[in-house]
């Protein structure tokens, strides 16, 4: 059964419609795989095995009396979630003690809007605490691995669901991301994930919130395998759901239509705040020679502004979501005191990670001035306004999605450090750039994704193939907002020449 559970959903789907294969059989391929890899791997958290095979014998039984040109497009394919999204009957803690015990009594939209495409959710996946590191660890389900190299980080926020579909585990995936979390963990695993324009697809049903003015900030979308599955999973998802007052509706073009010799490529090599290895530059240097080949102009672009990628992000988030309320989802009761988590974290006794109480601490002890916390929303608004005007209405921007490829896990001691230099660099932008005399903490090398978020941009992450050492490699596809399917269609050209994402071979 490899073959089955190494293939699209576009292609399942089509096979199901055929009787090439049940959804049952398709089912207990997938769970088979999820029990082989998920006890190292540590990506699915939560399985909803038993249910899934009733929904799989339901729509096999359905199948025989249907003409299989009226079933919804993706009929009895298996996809999984990130935990941060609710699923009806499973937990929605997103990593935090005190939510131990909360699960969801409904579906959010998107999970809805995948059923109603004929999905089986087969459970859902590990995240960092709250959603907010660069590393899938917390204090309820542990760390997850990445499936290249266990010593290594899948990525977070949305890293146990890249871990398990690059494991295949699932046929695809749904994530969200508001500062990297669907790109940073499909570049670090190998695989596809697109980040839509701001507003195209609800927020609905999620924990933890944002408020209204955030919500075009956070972007639920697919991750994939294979680049076919992005624009039809991304159809799905869109559009206005009644609930999240952001989301707007918007046309969504076609990939077909677009002729990659009229795209006007330009190519972005850093953000000039922190340096991206040779093996990366090599890798989207190839790309750039790979869309020359096809007709496609190519110009090479600085950004000046683009320096205070994670000041710009960091502000705007703040004013959009409001500068103290990421402590508000922390406190888990009137006993709750931050001197004393952190005190009870030196010697490991708190229930929540360093990186979330340094979050705490930063919002405790933020004295920014309001004047410049406008500022640099002012600047990233001027910034959106240079890229959208050099873009053009047909044009796509190659940049860097990371500035290496998958690190090694952190410790808690090299946590602490890297939580405790963020924090400070967060009020002191100016020591941020590649001219500084030590080297950038690894959670502002996210600036390279998090600036698309508050720019409200579409951005497809496509895989490259693997270094030297076995780590994959992979590059942002980044265009103006409603171009999502331009983005898309650049990452199906790629696919096509640099194939896409490969198998892990030690679970495939």
């Known amino acids: 059964m490899t073959r089955w559970i190494q293939q699209s959903a576009t292609a399942l789907a089509a096979a199901i419609r055929k009787r090439e ?34 929904e799989a014998d339901q729509a096999d039984q359905q199948l025989q009396a249907m003409a299989p040109e009226t079933l919804p497009p993706f009929y009895g394919v298996p996809f999984s979630v990130k935990e941060t999204i609710r699923v009806k009957g499973m937990p929605n803690s997103a990593g935090l003690v005190a939510r131990k015990d909360v699960v969801a009594t409904e579906d959010a ?19 960092p605490e709250l959603a907010m590191w ?38 695809v995936g ?38 209204e003015a955030a919500s075009p900030f956070l972007s639920v979308g697919p991750l994939t395998r294979h680049a076919e599955d992005l624009m039809p999973l991304v159809k799905i998802l869109a559009g206005p759901d009644g609930i999240d007052q952001a989301c707007r509706p918007m046309s969504i073009g076609d990939p077909k239509t677009v002729r990659l010799h009229s795209v006007q490529v ?35 672009r600085n950004f000046e502004r683009l320096r205070q990628s994670f000041f710009v992000w960091n502000n705007m988030v703040a004013i959009a979501n409001g500068r103290k309320a990421f402590s508000a989802l922390v406190r888990s009761g009137k006993g709750w005191r931050l001197s004393r988590e952190l005190m009870k974290s030196m010697v490991g006794r708190s229930n929540h990670t360093l990186p979330i109480l340094g979050l705490c601490l930063l919002e405790a002890i933020d004295r920014r001035p309001q004047a410049t916390v406008e500022k640099a929303a ?10 959208i005007e050099t873009i053009g209405e047909n044009g796509v921007i190659l940049f860097p999605s990371f500035s290496r490829t998958a690190p090694r896990h952190i410790s808690p001691a090299a946590m602490q450090v890297h939580a405790t230099a963020t924090l400070l660099l967060s009020v002191m932008p100016f020591l941020a750039t590649d001219r500084a005399p030590f080297p950038m903490p690894l959670p502002l090398h996210t ?14 992450q496509v895989p490259l193939g693997l270094n030297a050492q076995g780590l994959p490699m992979g ?23 640099f194939g896409g994402w490969i198998a892990p071979r030690r679970w495939v």
């Open 21 to 54: 294969i049940s959804s049952r059989q398709l089912l207990e391929a997938y769970i088979s795989q999820i029990e082989r890899v998920n006890p190292q791997l540590h990506a699915l958290v939560k399985d909803r095995f038993n249910e899934a095979r009733q």
């Open 378 to 387: 002012a600047e990233g608004l001027r910034l959106k306004e240079e890229l």
């Open 266 to 300: 330009i190519n972005v090599r850093s953000n000039g705040s922190v340096a991206v290895v040779s093996d990366l530059q090599r890798s989207q240097q190839a790309v750039v020679d790979y869309l020359r080949t096809l007709g496609a102009g190519v110009v090479e």
């Open 475 to 497: 590059i942002q596809v980044v265009s103006r907002p409603g171009n999502d399917h331009l983005t898309i269609a650049v990452a199906q050209a790629l696919e096509k020449r």
């Open 109 to 127: 939209t998107v999970v809805s809007r995948m059923r109603k495409a004929g999905f089986i959710p087969l459970g859902v996946t590990n995240i």
């Open 174 to 211: 749904i994530g969200n991301d508001i500062g990297g979390s669907l790109r940073m963990p499909a570049f670090f695993n190998g695989i596809f994930a697109h980040k839509a324009t701001g507003g195209l697809i609800p927020n609905g049903g999620q924990f933890p919130p944002v408020a």
């Open 134 to 171: 660069m590393e899938t660890f917390n204090p309820l389900y542990g760390r997850t691995h990445n499936p290249y190299d266990l010593r290594r980080t899948a990525g977070g926020s949305s890293g146990g669901e890249a871990a398990l579909i690059t494991a295949c585990g699932a046929a």
């Open 447 to 460: 600036s390279y994704t998090s600036i698309f978020n508050v720019l409200q941009f579409p951005v497809t």
